[in-house]
Nanobody, 126 residues
């Protein structure tokens, strides 16, 4: 069955970096889009980045553009989110999600994903 497992979260100082992993099983990245979302206490879940099926076209929400990079390793069926220049406002639980298809993922909202991981906590604080 479809399963997503995130890892790599933790505590980091402002300006620091973390790399999150989303290990996928039960499907292949060639045919599935992966989205990254985050939820901070008291706030709605928001989009961070996504990488489409097929060619793997990435998309970034404005809040992380230029600081985060999404990539995928098809051999290991894993998607990564490299987060640099982290800010306190990046503190949240980060989750990956998937749906079949979607070469271009910029229009996909969180409601359009079918499967979700359990999330990993990222805390940016001095």
């Amino acid at each position: 069955q479809v399963q997503l497992v995130e890892s790599g979260g933790g505590l980091v100082q402002p300006g620091g970096s973390l790399r999150l992993s989303c290990a996928a099983s039960g499907f292949t990245l060639d045919y599935h889009t992966i989205g990254w979302f985050r939820k901070a206490p008291g706030k709605e879940r928001e989009g961070v980045s996504c990488i489409g099926s097929g060619d793997g076209t990435p998309y970034y929400w404005d809040s992380v553009k230029g600081r985060f990079t999404v990539s995928r390793d098809k051999a290991n069926n894993t998607v990564y989110l490299q987060m640099d220049h982290l800010k306190p406002e990046d503190t949240a639980v980060y989750s990956c999600a998937t749906r079949r298809g979607g070469s271009y993922c910029s229009h996909l909202t969180r409601y359009m994903y079918d499967y979700w991981g359990q999330g990993t906590q990222v805390t940016v604080s001095s």
